[in-house]
């Protein structure tokens, strides 16, 4: 079982996530690497939209393998190069994330490991 929340004791999240996710109970855990944008190719779109649904593409993938869906994930840990970048990248998460949406973190980083890429996002899930 999971449960998603904000404690009203709290400041009201900054976007849409939870404070806090709590799996409770026998269910399977699934950590997934930070992934990056990159296509099968291996070319970098320029674009952090682009970037970020190809993340988000290759989440979908790592749950579906785990017999998971998004309504699993627990957790986002996102890594951006440039705060410009923050409404670009939420539009998309956004549209991605599912109800309820879970606890999440936004980082600002001087450079992630392939250069080209402006944005990283690790996930948690459990089911």
């Known amino acids: ?16 996530y939870h404070h806090a996710a709590l799996a409770e109970g026998p ?50 840990t996102t890594y951006l190069t440039e705060i410009d970048y923050r409404a670009a990248y939420m539009k998309v998460r956004d549209a991605w994330a599912p109800d309820p949406a879970p606890a999440s973190t936004l980082l600002v980083v001087k450079a992630l490991a392939q250069p080209a890429c402006k944005v990283e996002i690790e996930a948690i899930a459990a089911g």
Request: aromatic share 4%.
């Open 27 to 76: 269910q399977r855990l699934l950590v997934l690497s930070g992934q990056l944008g990159i296509r099968a190719d291996g070319t970098i779109p320029e674009d952090v939209e682009t970037q970020t649904q190809l993340i988000l593409d290759a989440i979908d993938a790592c749950l579906a393998e785990a017999g998971m869906e998004r309504r699993h994930v627990l957790r986002l």
């Open 1 to 16: 079982m999971r449960r998603h929340f904000s404690p009203p004791s709290l400041p009201a999240p900054f976007g849409r």
